[in-house]
């Protein structure tokens, strides 16, 4: 039997107008029949918060409701962006805790994606190197091919 397998991709998502650019590209541009997208949030656990006489540290309850509040957000997003392509087969939404530089690239090689999409804002040489920038960063850490949309909102 000739049988073909297709590898999924996935979509680094956050709340961003270039996510969605880049989430519309991969719909539009990219999947292909029955091929599935994965589409990975990336969120920061809580961190402990140093006072004066103290240092107070989130308790279990509080990462995982924090958890909870990121996936609802997650979700929200998700729907406001796909509109009645939110419930498909070919869809799928991971959380994941940690820097989006790491965690992506982690999340593509676990899934054995063929490639990773973000969207890009253009920040500029200058905000670049003192923000840093999570595509730059992909382009040149990823052992997972990275395709970059542009998003420029003044156009």
């Known amino acids: 039997p000739n049988s073909t397998f297709i590898m999924p991709f996935i979509v680094g998502v956050d709340h961003s107008e270039a996510s969605k650019h880049a989430i519309n590209y991969a719909l539009h541009t990219l ?3 029955k091929e599935e997208i994965h589409f ?27 958890q909870q509040t990121c996936e609802k957000e997650f979700v929200s997003f998700l729907k406001e962006t796909l509109g009645d392509r939110f419930i498909s087969a ?27 999409v973000v969207g890009s804002t253009g920040k500029g040489a200058l905000k670049r190197a003192f923000l840093g920038s999570t595509s730059t960063s992909l382009i040149h850490h990823s052992k997972v091919p990275v395709t970059v949309v542009r998003f420029d909102a003044d156009v």
Request: glycine content about 2%.
């Open 31 to 33: 999947q292909k029949p």
């Open 40 to 66: 990975v949030w990336c969120f920061k656990p809580l961190e402990a918060v140093t006072a004066p006489h103290a240092v107070i540290i989130p308790s279990a309850d509080q990462q995982k409701q924090w």
């Open 90 to 116: 070919e869809h799928k939404a991971h959380l994941a805790a940690g820097d989006p530089r790491e965690e992506l690239p982690r999340v593509a090689v676990e899934l054995k994606a063929h490639t990773i």
